[in-house]
Nanobody, 120 residues
Framework: QVQVVESGGGLVQPGGSLRLSCSAS????????MGWYRQAPGNQRDLVARITSENRTLYADSAKGRFTISRDIAKNMVYLQMNSLKPEDTAAYYC??????????????WGQGTQVTVSS
């Protein structure tokens, strides 16, 4: 079983910065990829950024140039540095972890989410 926990959300003014953190724990052979998604009320959950075990990154167009995803392999953690935040970045941010289990089954596990509110 895999546990995923996010932290770092909060209220920030437009133009400000926040850093989200996500940790994965439990029993698994490997982490294949970790990603951040966000969901605003009434909207679907969309990809923000993703990073693979080979350090390949993928960003949503809205995140390019403002957000940076990184990971600490030794700590099983992923971070999302968000700069130049805009009101439209307001959403619940979810961490998703792609793991290969001890039974070799690939699982996708979601965290509980952390709220980011960008407002003056």
């Amino acid at each position: 079983q895999v546990q995923v926990v996010e932290s770092g959300g909060g209220l920030v003014q437009p133009g400000g910065s926040l850093r989200l953190s996500c940790s994965a724990s439990g029993s698994f052979l490997s982490i294949n990829a970790m990603g951040w998604y966000r969901q605003a009320p009434g909207n679907q959950r969309d990809l923000v950024a993703r990073i693979t075990s080979e350090n390949r990154t993928l960003y949503a167009d809205s995140a390019k140039g403002r957000f940076t995803i990184s990971r600490d392999i030794a700590k099983n953690m992923v971070y999302l540095q968000m700069n130049s935040l805009k009101p439209e970045d307001t959403a619940a941010y979810y961490c998703n972890v792609d793991t290969t289990g001890l039974d070799t089954i690939i699982r996708l596990t979601w965290g509980q989410g952390t709220q980011v509110t960008v407002s003056s």
